[in-house]
């Protein structure tokens, strides 16, 4: 189902239109946003909604020690981050699909603080998001 891009619905966002006109069979983005704080992921959020889009907000994503790091600042530190995120076109900008079910990991249920990444069975030092879409 392609988007129609030369329709605008509501009053999109002159970069929601680029988006579609660029992506016009868009369904899902993934996207590693690297938010740091509380503060970074309502920024991102807010930049999400103000571009028509709607993303996943799943608490955080990735729980690592920093070791050996060329970033002296960051050695020793435990850093326990929300910073993946699953991102779809809303309804009212002509999205075809909702975001149900967000998950971390490949279940419901939540991470575990105490288990720092990567690990045996986590190669990556961030857990995979996973959501169900369910068609409009």
């Given at each position: 189902?392609?988007?129609?891009?030369?329709?605008?619905?509501?009053?999109?966002?002159?970069?929601?239109?680029?988006?579609?006109?660029?992506?016009?069979?868009?369904?899902?983005?993934?996207?590693?946003?690297?938010?740091?704080?509380?503060?970074?992921?309502?920024?991102?959020?807010?930049?999400?909604?103000?571009?028509?889009?709607?993303?996943?907000?799943?608490?955080?994503?990735?729980?690592?020690?920093?070791?050996?790091?060329?970033q002296n600042s960051k050695a020793g530190k435990l850093a326990m981050d929300e910073e993946d995120y699953l991102i779809t076109l809303k309804p009212e900008y002509g999205g075809k699909y909702l975001i149900a079910d967000p998950m971390v990991g490949f279940s419901q249920g939540?991470?575990?603080?105490?288990?720092?990444?990567?690990?045996?069975?986590?190669?990556?030092?961030?857990?995979?998001?996973?959501?169900?879409?369910?068609?409009?």
């Open positions: 189902m392609a988007i129609n891009s030369s329709k605008k619905t509501q009053s999109e966002p002159e970069s929601l239109c680029i988006i579609k006109e660029k992506n016009p069979k868009l369904r899902l983005i993934g996207i590693d946003a690297n938010t740091k704080t509380e503060g970074d992921v309502i920024a991102f959020q807010e930049h999400l909604n103000s571009l028509g889009l709607s993303g996943t907000s799943v608490g955080p994503t990735t729980v690592k020690r920093r070791m050996v790091t060329v939540a991470f575990d603080p105490n288990r720092t990444l990567p690990d045996i069975d986590n190669p990556s030092d961030h857990y995979p998001v996973g959501a169900t879409l369910r068609a409009l």
